[in-house]
């Protein structure tokens, strides 16, 4: 019986420690979001990833809950892919379920004292007039940035709409004033460029102001990203050139060939930094086949300094398009996983070598985030290089993906698809010289950027 009271008495004792480990976990994590650190909301995102692991662990809803949030949060700020985190948080049960028409008038009287009578325009000056006064102790604003899709939302407490409302102005994609629960009404402008707005209570009325907007919404571009100057003394890349051999990689348009295609960019990349001053190794030098573990052993013997993939993708769909950039990560979306399940399938031998234990330890290993930022100066470089002799590139993005091929580095290594060899346009562009000149030059200037900031 003592022996049962010691035991309990431990995993108590245990639990409130790993609860307050937790608590004070997502207070760092928090704090760290808020900061205007590119490198700060590195160490938040994979602080989330953590907390999200330990709520898969716990069985904790409400800790999953923070961590999702977190992730999608710092992940949308750094321009990863979070729409599969966003979906679990869709699904997660929640305490106090989003109001519905059929809640009655009745009910949001008794839990709301702020009614919304009207919504006007002046000028660019949104307002909100209700029908009590309003202060700023009533509005809780946020923002969330994310690339081509910026949203701002403000949480009225106590406000109350008994039906969604959608308002229009030129040069804004979308307004919409909706019942958010029964104690809050949300406001949420969304568009595809980052707009100057400001906000203020004045008596009954929420004014929301926006400077400077333009006629119409505008499109998101990509400037031109200039080469920056940098120190190159002493720093080591090594260049992947995927497949080769009797592995053809992926085969599309007109026979197109991935392993030439990506030789051919990777030979034009290796010149261009070989005559910046960089020392530059390739894992083949020819069409032959290299396995995958021995790829990153290759640039880990040669004490690299970072490890660049080169692929080009294949789907059975023929209208997708795009370049993305992925670094290693265990992958949560599916578009991912099919994608590493064909970047992977050339060598199982080496996939059964490492093992999911060994994965698993370099889940929280620093060069993941060095990872993520080699993978974000290389895909705005590139898109910026390749919009010059082909405007109509897509952005596919940044993603987390687990490709073996980057397994092992003990370096920030990332896998660049270059676009897709099935797309009749895309397809044709990769195999043009010119074009593959556009990849190798802003591949360069995407690896120097990093170096600059890094």
Known sequence: MIGRLVVLFFVLFLSTILASNFQQAKKDADLLLQSNKQSDIFRAYNSYKTLYLNSVVENSNDLKRHALEGIIKSGSKLSIDVSSYEKE?????????????????????????????????????????????????????????????????????????????????????????????????????????????????????????????????????????????????????????????????????????????VFDVAKKLQSILTAKGYDVYMTRNRDIFVKLSQRTKFANDKSADIFVSIHANAVENKNIQGIETYFLSPSRSDRAKNVAAKENSADLSDMNKYGKDSYLNLLNHHNILASNKLAIDIQRSILASAKKIYPKVVDSGVKEGPFWVLVGAAMPSVLVELGFVTHAIEGAKLVDPTYQNALANGLANGIESYFLNN
């Open 89 to 261: 948080l869709k699904q997660l049960p929640i305490i106090e379920a989003p109001i519905t028409k059929s809640v009655a008038a009745k009910e949001l009287k008794a839990t709301s004292s702020l009614r919304l009578k009207d919504i006007s325009w002046s000028a660019n000056t949104l307002s909100l007039n209700f029908d009590h006064p309003i202060s700023s102790k009533d509005i809780k604003y946020f923002k969330i940035p994310e690339k081509g899709n910026y949203r701002y939302i403000w949480d009225i407490k106590n406000g109350v709409l008994l039906n969604s409302k959608a308002i229009t102005h030129d040069g804004i994609d979308s307004i919409k004033v909706a019942q958010f629960n029964p104690q809050t009404l949300r406001v949420v402008v969304q568009n595809s460029k980052e707009l100057s707005i400001t906000h203020s209570a004045s008596a009954s009325t929420l004014l929301i102001s926006f400077t400077s907007l333009p006629k119409k919404a505008p499109t998101l571009e990509h400037s031109p990203a200039p080469a920056p100057k940098v120190s190159k003394k002493n720093k080591r890349v090594v260049i992947d050139a995927g497949h080769g051999g009797n592995d053809p990689g992926a085969i599309g348009f007109k026979k197109f060939v991935e392993k030439k295609i």
